[in-house]
């Protein structure tokens, strides 16, 4: 059991995406890091912003975890978004493409690229669903 | 007479000549109440250029002395509150009640930008096209209810008006002062239900004591709040009543999809970028007010006080004199102070 949005997390998803074959063929052109923005939200147990690192290159991660926010701006795509949104989109509750079109979740780079590897997208987030992950929300005090 | 001046990035006390009847359509009005700013705040710390010893300040009230031969609505003994912009009243923008576009837009203690005139941090002050520029006070509203009539009040009120809301409609006010105050409450009085974003925790007090809901981002996530409130949705309207990049970027966070971001905080040269196809996707409207056109709104905003529905004086967090003019800068530079009012 890994705690989102924590260092083991990324750790976790990453390996889980080395071993998806489905993202390794929907990525296979894809180059290029990705840094997660989790956005704090104090009542939600989220006390300060965190940033996820996943260095994606041609269907592989090649590391993951959670960086500070001058390594992760360094990033070819961020992703930012309130830990609220976050935590939908790893219940499959928003879909993320359609999150971001919509502005739930902001994207600095290039959001069509984002958008044609699409497949890659929904992999990822079914991903998320096989990581056991608890929410810092949901731990008793 | 006595008025304050900035030299080198300070403010202090001096003695400068009596303004007297230039042109036929000019008043002097003797000033009896005058605020600062926070655009004084942007001469002081010369982001915008000024005229060296030049007087300070653009919101004022007071009693008209003079006028000249011309001026035909204000006269001798009437309490006017002054534009802060001053407008012909006559060129083609003028006409349509966009004055703050006038081609000949001036601003009273403006700088060399805005046509040099010399502010209202003085004992008295002169105003051109006094008809235009000044506004008779009703009897029943005193000094300091009308002061921020001229500007603050009326530029918080144009912007819930830009806003065009319905009654049960959801707007989000990021920032709580002055501005965002005046917009909060003329929102509140046209039926919407009204969220204010500050992390201060003394304007959320006073945003709370009017009615209004309020976020202190630094406990809760305002997009989630707003989300919250909305069934997911967010808020029909957002306001930047800041005028900073991540002020607006809150806002557009903030609105739903269809939504309109009205944008009367200050900008100058600031940057952002912006991503055109979510903006687009999201069918969000973007409204920038530039200066608020005072004289085609200041009626009205005036009508809202005297009925009460705005109160301006939770906003007045200081009297001081003249004199004391400077520590009021101080005061208000260290943001320990909302509004300071000063007494000539």
């Known amino acids: 059991m890994a705690r989102f949005p924590t260092d083991p997390w990324f750790k976790e998803f990453a390996r ?56 992760g701006a360094a990033a070819r795509y961020v992703i930012r978004a309130p830990y609220s949104r976050w935590k939908d989109v790893l219940l499959g509750d928003l879909d993320p493409v359609k999150g971001m079109m919509q502005g739930k979740l902001r994207v600095q780079g290039d959001l069509p690229t984002i958008v044609r590897y699409v497949r890659a997208a929904n992999e990822l987030v079914r991903l998320t669903g096989t990581v056991e992950t608890e929410f810092p929300d949901e731990v008793p005090a | 007479m006595r008025a304050v001046v900035v030299d080198e990035g300070r403010v202090r006390l001096a003695d400068v000549p009596e303004p007297v009847i230039e042109d036929p359509g000019d008043a002097v009005v003797r000033i009896t109440r005058a605020s600062i700013c926070g655009s004084d705040l942007h001469y002081l710390h010369g982001k915008t250029p000024v005229d060296p010893g030049g007087v300070m300040g653009h919101e004022a009230v007071g009693v008209v002395e003079l006028v000249g031969e011309s001026v035909r609505k204000v006269a001798p003994g009437d309490r006017v509150v002054l534009a802060f912009d001053i407008a012909c009243g006559a060129c083609w923008f003028c006409r349509r009640g966009e004055s703050a576009l006038c081609e000949d837009v001036r601003m009273l203690g403006g700088g060399p930008f805005l046509g040099s005139l010399p502010g209202t941090q003085a004992e008295r002050a002169r105003v051109p096209v006094a008809d235009v520029n000044l506004l008779r006070i009703p009897a029943a509203v005193d000094d300091e209810h009308a002061l921020f009539v001229g500007d603050a009040l009326t530029t918080g009120y144009y912007a819930a008006t830009t806003a065009a809301l319905a009654p049960g409609d959801t707007i989000a006010v990021v920032g709580a002062g002055p501005v965002g105050y005046f917009c909060a409450q003329a929102a509140r009085a046209m039926g919407a239900a009204v969220f204010a974003i500050d992390p201060d925790p003394a304007r959320r007090a006073i945003a709370e004591r009017s009615g209004v809901a309020t976020v202190d981002p630094s406990g809760r996530h305002p997009e989630m709040a707003l989300a919250e409130a909305t069934e997911g949705r967010g808020a029909d309207v957002a306001v930047d009543a800041v005028g900073s990049p991540s002020a607006f970027e809150t806002a557009v966070g903030l609105v739903r999809r269809g939504g309109l971001v009205v944008i009367v905080g200050l900008y100058a040269a600031e940057t952002t970028e912006l991503q055109l196809g979510v903006f687009w996707a999201r069918a969000i409207t973007l409204r920038f007010t530039g200066l608020c056109p005072v004289h085609a709104w200041w009626e009205r905003a005036m009508s809202e006080v005297e009925a009460g529905r705005i109160d301006p004086l939770p906003v007045i967090s200081h009297r001081l004199s003249l004199e004391d003019a400077p520590r009021g800068y101080e005061l208000f530079d260290r943001r320990e102070a909302m509004k300071v009012v000063l007494a000539p």
């Open chain 1, 16 to 71: 889980a995406i080395n071993e998806s074959d489905e993202y390794r063929e929907a990525a296979a052109t894809w180059e290029g890091e990705i840094a997660f923005v989790i956005e704090a939200e104090p009542d939600k147990r989220m006390p300060e912003d965190v940033w996820g690192f996943l260095d994606l290159w041609h269907g592989a991660c090649r590391s993951g975890g959670v960086v500070g926010p001058e390594d």
